[in-house]
């Protein structure tokens, strides 16, 4: 199952998120800033970062911009309960996978969850696939080669 940071800032609201997360398999990960949250991003395997956009320290956006640096394929779930047209635009330009709004339903937040862990699994099966498809083409002329130093061989 996928790692799954939750960073909030409120205790009760972080256990409902961790609940709800760990009810679904996976392992959870929690903080209750910014700052911690990103010791915690460093030091596990994170796939997947389910964010408060109002902080004490920073914003879930500074965050957001700041995990993306260190790793540009991360996927970042935002949630608040102070949503604005300029924080949904700007959380969705800076990259974040979705952006969700304070109370969050279960079964919704459920379904964001399998969207974005399906959406990662497709990523690291595409980036299989490229390593198989290079060293294909690497191999391609070892074995004409190869082939060749036969031939001679066998005449």
Same mark, same amino acid.
């Given at each position: 199952?996928?790692?799954?940071?939750?960073? $909030? =800032?409120?205790?009760? !609201?972080? /256990?409902?998120?961790?609940?709800?997360?760990?009810?679904?398999?996976?392992?959870?990960?929690?903080?209750?800033?910014?700052?911690?949250?990103?010791?915690?991003?460093?030091?596990?395997?994170? $796939?997947?970062?389910?964010?408060?956009?109002?902080?004490?320290?920073?914003?879930?956006?500074?965050?957001?911009?700041?995990?993306?640096?260190?790793?540009? $394929?991360?996927?970042?779930?935002?949630?608040?309960?102070?949503?604005?047209?300029?924080?949904?635009? /700007?959380?969705?330009?800076?990259?974040?996978?979705? !952006?969700?709004?304070?109370?969050? =339903?279960?079964?919704?937040?459920?379904?964001?969850?399998?969207?974005?862990?399906?959406?990662?699994?497709?990523?690291?099966?595409?980036?299989?696939?490229?390593?198989?498809?290079?060293?294909?083409?690497?191999?391609?002329?070892?074995?004409?080669?190869?082939?060749?130093?036969?031939?001679?061989?066998?005449?």
């Amino acid at each position: 199952m996928a790692g799954i940071l939750i960073i $909030d =800032d409120d205790p009760d !609201y972080r /256990q409902i998120l961790k609940e709800i997360v760990e009810a679904k398999g996976h392992t959870v990960y929690e903080a209750a800033g910014a700052d911690e949250g990103m010791k915690v991003y460093l030091a596990e395997r994170i $796939d997947l970062v389910i964010s408060d956009l109002v902080m004490p320290e920073k914003s879930g956006l500074d965050l957001l911009k700041e995990m993306k640096i260190v790793r540009p $394929d991360a996927l970042f779930i935002i949630i608040t309960g102070y949503p604005t047209v300029e924080t949904t635009v /700007q959380a969705i330009k800076e990259g974040a996978y979705d !952006y969700l709004l304070k109370p969050v =339903d279960t079964g919704h937040l459920t379904g964001v969850l399998n969207r974005a862990l399906g959406t990662l699994e497709l990523k690291r099966s595409i980036a299989t696939m490229k390593g198989m498809n290079m060293a294909l083409l690497i191999s391609i002329p070892i074995w004409l080669i190869l082939g060749a130093i036969i031939a001679l061989f066998l005449r």
